[in-house]
């Protein structure tokens, strides 16, 4: 199994005050499945990407990445699986203001100790791959909202991932925009990738194998899935 989380739960610490965003979490992603995860907001959806692409780690229960425990990791060994296993791409791109677009998607490489040479190819591979070969020197503020988000999963394509993480990656997109990376995420599926990604968007829902709904810090069995 490529991802697996048995019992999870994650508390947050507020002063005093502790809450349980993730309540006991049963879940288990194969290689190439493509899942939507849904639920209303405050149900724990962006804490168990967070969790699964070891941004954090749960508080209690188990996490196996590829059958290894990731309870026991290092921040070391955390941070070399977030840079060269898992790609993530957020609501709000989270692109670097000042860079390039080759720069931004250089990121991970350079993390990587890539060299300079591979560095190029690799960032003018991913940028084709997104369709934005022409805009390589373009920073964010040159850029519309679909073709930042292009650039961000060319950044997280980087460093050829097996998993893709993304948080409402078209929640802030016009639906043409929209479109364009659920293409793209369909491309990446045919690939063997495996995608999980948190929407509200029923164009990406409805390609996903499967979707994992959230209420409350728990996986929903029962009633609608959207
Ligand atoms: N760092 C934090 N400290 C304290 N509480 C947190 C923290 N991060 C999240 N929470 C709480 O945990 C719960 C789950 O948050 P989470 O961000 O996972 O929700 P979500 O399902 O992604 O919601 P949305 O759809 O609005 O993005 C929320 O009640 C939130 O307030
Ligand atoms: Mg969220």
Same mark, same amino acid.
């Given at each position: 199994m490529l991802i697996d989380l048995r019992k999870v739960e994650k508390a947050y610490r507020t002063g005093s005050v502790e809450f349980k965003a993730l309540k006991? =979490?049963? +879940? %288990?992603? &194969?290689?190439?499945?493509?899942?939507?995860?849904?639920? /209303?907001?405050g149900s724990g959806k962006s804490t168990l990407m967070n969790i699964v692409g070891c941004l954090d780690i749960p508080t209690a229960g188990e996490y196996f990445l590829e059958g290894q425990p990731v309870n026991g990791m290092t921040s070391n060994q955390l941070a070399d699986i977030r840079n060269k296993k898992v790609g993530f791409v957020f609501q709000a791109f989270n692109l670097l203001p000042y860079a390039t677009a080759f720069e931004n998607v250089e990121v991970p490489l350079l993390f990587a100790r890539t060299n300079?040479?591979?560095?190029?190819?690799?960032?003018?591979?991913?940028?084709?791959?997104?369709?934005?070969?022409?805009?390589?020197?373009?920073? /964010?503020?040159?850029?519309?909202?679909? %073709?930042?988000?292009?650039?961000?999963?060319?950044?997280?394509?980087?460093?050829? /991932? @097996?998993?893709?993480?993304?948080? %409402? /990656?078209?929640?802030?997109?016009?639906?043409?925009?929209?479109? %364009?990376?659920? &293409?793209? +995420?369909?491309?990446?599926? &045919?690939?063997?990738?495996?995608?999980?990604?948190?929407?509200? @968007?029923?164009?990406?829902?409805?390609?996903?194998?499967?979707? =994992? &709904?959230?209420?409350?810090?728990?996986?929903?069995?029962?009633?609608?899935?959207?």
């Open positions: 006991g =979490i049963d +879940f %288990e992603g &194969k290689r190439g499945e493509y899942i939507a995860v849904v639920g /209303p907001s300079g040479k591979n560095r190029k190819k690799r960032v003018m591979e991913v940028l084709s791959r997104v369709g934005l070969a022409d805009k390589i020197n373009n920073r /964010p503020t040159e850029m519309s909202g679909g %073709e930042m988000q292009r650039t961000a999963i060319a950044r997280a394509l980087a460093n050829e /991932p @097996d998993i893709i993480l993304a948080d %409402e /990656p078209t929640g802030n997109l016009d639906s043409a925009s929209g479109g %364009e990376i659920v &293409k793209i +995420f369909d491309e990446l599926w &045919k690939m063997g990738k495996t995608i999980i990604v948190i929407t509200h @968007d029923m164009n990406i829902a409805r390609r996903a194998d499967r979707i =994992i &709904k959230l209420k409350d810090g728990l996986i929903d069995t029962n009633g609608n899935m959207l």
